[in-house]
């Protein structure tokens, strides 16, 4: 009798423990699933006209799903209407971060040592003279690092259907296009300037959600012009998509 009060128990507290994690296995299952998941990022960068972007907007929309607006882009860009600028993209599991980059590694000072002159040696109750053309002309003291080119940094959140997505992301374009001298100086045959470099940026710093594999024009930016200024004459059309892939199919 002992004993088959204690199977009876055994089996009862099997079955409490079985509901409880049958209770706990969606999200359990959820979690296991996200690992064999991976959102595919996209962002493309269109150039038009200010007045063609202006006429494809024209018409109120009320869907994230710019599939028609990006289609007829396609066709302008067939057209030579509409040039593509860039084209980033980078994978990354639900919940983590990712980032991808095409970039020069611009080494440039930030602060330079003044000039010197140089004193003549005189004896101790004269007064010193300086040497004529003699000098220690300006330095760089410091140094700073810029990355010129193409960046994407991502971080995807996926829902429980696989259909919708939360989304952070960071994409940007940086431009070194030129340098503002600021000081320069003639010794001899040898010229010393002191200058820093111009640098133009399109960035989009965002968070959204997104349907999965549907097309989204995140933002409308200014790209830059010959001189390296803004040009609002045209405009860069800046488009991300997502897309849920599953590991094994």
């Known amino acids: 009798m002992t004993i088959f009060k204690t199977c009876i128990g055994v089996t009862l507290l099997g079955a409490v423990l079985g509901f409880a994690q049958e209770k706990a296995d969606p999200q359990v299952k959820q979690a296991e699933e996200d690992i064999f998941k991976i959102v595919r990022v996209q962002a493309e960068y269109i150039e038009v006209p200010h007045e063609t972007m202006t006429e494809l907007l024209f018409e109120p929309r009320n869907s994230v799903d710019d599939t028609p607006l990006r289609a007829k882009l396609q066709e302008l860009v067939k057209e030579g209407k509409a040039k593509m600028i860039e084209t980033q993209m980078v994978n990354a599991r639900s919940g983590q971060s990712a980032s991808t980059e095409s970039v020069h590694e611009y080494i440039y000072p930030i602060e330079y040592e003044a000039p010197q002159l140089v004193m003549n040696n005189v004896p101790e109750n004269d007064k010193p003279q300086v040497l004529p053309q003699v000098g220690k002309p300006p330095f760089p003291a410091a140094w700073e690092t810029r990355a010129i080119g193409s960046t994407l940094e991502i971080r995807p959140t996926i829902s429980e259907n696989d259909k919708v ?85």
Not at 165 to 189: A, C, F, Q, S
Not at 190 to 212: G, H
Not at 216 to 233: I, Q
Request: glycine content about 6%; hydrophobic content about 40%.
């Open 165 to 249: 997505i939360d989304l952070l992301l960071n994409p940007r374009l940086v431009y070194h296009t030129g340098n503002n001298v600021w000081h320069e100086e003639t010794k001899g045959k040898d010229t010393y300037r002191v200058q820093m470099p111009n640098f133009y940026k399109v960035e989009v710093n965002n968070s959204m959600t997104l349907i999965a594999g549907q097309p989204f024009l995140m933002a409308a930016v200014s790209p830059k012009n010959e001189k390296g200024e803004a040009d609002f004459t045209k405009k860069v059309l800046i488009f991300v998509r997502a897309d849920v892939l599953t590991v094994g199919k």
